[in-house]
């Protein structure tokens, strides 16, 4: 592997039973960057997510991280290098946050044992990198849902990990909880040196906030290969692009100095 390289993909391929959802998918991702997937749904981003967290084993194909195969590591020294905030988290039970957030420790804390001081310290730090330190008596059951996203968040940075698997961080959200939480993520990634992989559904977001993004286009019978473009976003979304991925025409507009997508 490269010296600057965080994450390979190695022609990756995955089916669920005759359905085959990605196809040949290989990728370089350089460390500290912020990697977006964009495309329609069913176009395999939530699966490629997993599998680079060792979730699910691709029917072929491998992933590296750190110069290492991700399914020959073991799960608590795994997620000691990924943190990963899936799209869908349900806490039924009150725990207050600062509780929640040190559940992120358990890669570092033995079994039947307590979190030591360092574990303590870690929670603290987290919560005050997410901005919710404010929250950490509170309930989690009585939070905003951006108040949640932020905590589980600040879960998968208590792990310390080097590298940050977000899906769909910004899904219910209102328009300003979007901005600031993608506007934290990208901070997080420069701040802590942390390769961020993230899946978004607006190619807007992906543009503003990524350093490359992975464009991808759902398999049907008489294409082979999910991946349309990577690279940098000015590169890998564009009109024909776009066409290719969602079935529908765009143009690039340019608004004080930023791209934007603007369909026709």
Same mark, same amino acid.
């Given at each position: 592997?490269?010296?600057?390289?965080?994450?390979?993909?190695?022609?990756?391929?995955?089916?669920?039973?005759?359905?085959?959802?990605?196809?040949?998918?290989?990728?370089?991702?350089?460390?500290? !960057?912020?990697?977006?997937?964009?495309?329609?749904?069913?176009?395999?981003?939530?699966?490629?997510?997993?599998?680079?967290?060792?979730?699910?084993?691709?029917?072929?194909?491998?992933?590296?991280?750190?110069?290492?195969?991700?399914?020959?590591?073991?799960?608590?020294?795994?997620?000691? /290098?990924?943190?990963?905030?899936?799209?869908?988290?349900? /806490?039924?039970?009150?725990?207050?946050?600062?509780?929640?957030? /040190?559940?992120?420790?358990?890669?570092?804390?033995?079994?039947?044992?307590?979190? *030591?001081?360092?574990? =303590?310290?870690?929670?603290?730090?987290?919560?005050?990198?997410?901005?919710?330190?404010? =929250?950490?008596?509170?309930?989690?059951?009585?939070?905003?849902?951006?108040?949640?996203?932020?905590?589980?968040?600040?879960?998968?940075?208590?792990?310390?990990? !080097?590298?940050?698997?977000?899906?769909?961080?910004?899904?219910?959200?209102?328009?300003?909880?979007?901005?600031?939480? =993608? *506007?934290?993520?990208?901070? /997080? !990634?420069?701040?802590?040196?942390?390769?961020?992989?993230?899946?978004?559904?607006?190619?807007?977001?992906?543009?503003?906030?990524?350093?490359?993004?992975?464009? =991808?286009?759902?398999?049907?019978?008489?294409?082979?290969?999910?991946?349309?473009?990577?690279?940098?976003?000015?590169?890998?979304?564009?009109?024909?692009?776009?066409?290719?991925?969602?079935?529908?025409?765009?143009?690039?507009?340019?608004?004080?100095?930023?791209?934007?997508?603007?369909?026709?």
């Amino acid at each position: 592997m490269k010296a600057a390289e965080g994450i390979r993909v190695d022609e990756v391929s995955m089916a669920y039973g005759s359905s085959k959802i990605l196809d040949g998918v290989s990728l370089s991702i350089g460390k500290g !960057s912020v990697i977006t997937m964009v495309g329609p749904n069913g176009c395999g981003k939530t699966t490629l997510l997993k599998i680079i967290n060792n979730l699910l084993k691709p029917d072929r194909g491998r992933v590296f991280v750190e110069g290492r195969e991700v399914n020959s590591m073991p799960a608590h020294r795994l997620a000691r /290098i990924m943190g990963y905030v899936p799209q869908g988290h349900k /806490i039924s039970f009150p725990f207050k946050v600062r509780d929640v957030v /040190i559940t992120g420790r358990m890669p570092y804390i033995p079994a039947f044992s307590s979190p *030591k001081r360092e574990d =303590l310290e870690k929670t603290e730090q987290a919560l005050v990198l997410t901005g919710i330190s404010g =929250l950490a008596d509170q309930s989690y059951t009585q939070i905003s849902g951006g108040e949640r996203q932020l905590v589980m968040i600040a879960r998968a940075m208590a792990q310390q990990p !080097s590298v940050l698997l977000l899906d769909e961080p910004t899904s219910y959200l209102d328009f300003k909880n979007q901005i600031l939480t =993608l *506007k934290m993520i990208k901070e /997080i !990634s420069r701040s802590r040196k942390v390769t961020v992989i993230m899946t978004l559904h607006d190619p807007n977001h992906a543009l503003m906030f990524s350093d490359e993004v992975v464009l =991808l286009r759902k398999l049907n019978g008489s294409r082979a290969g999910n991946v349309i473009a990577f690279g940098p976003p000015h590169e890998a979304i564009t009109p024909k692009n776009i066409q290719a991925a969602y079935g529908v025409e765009v143009e690039i507009a340019e608004v004080t100095g930023r791209k934007l997508l603007l369909p026709l």
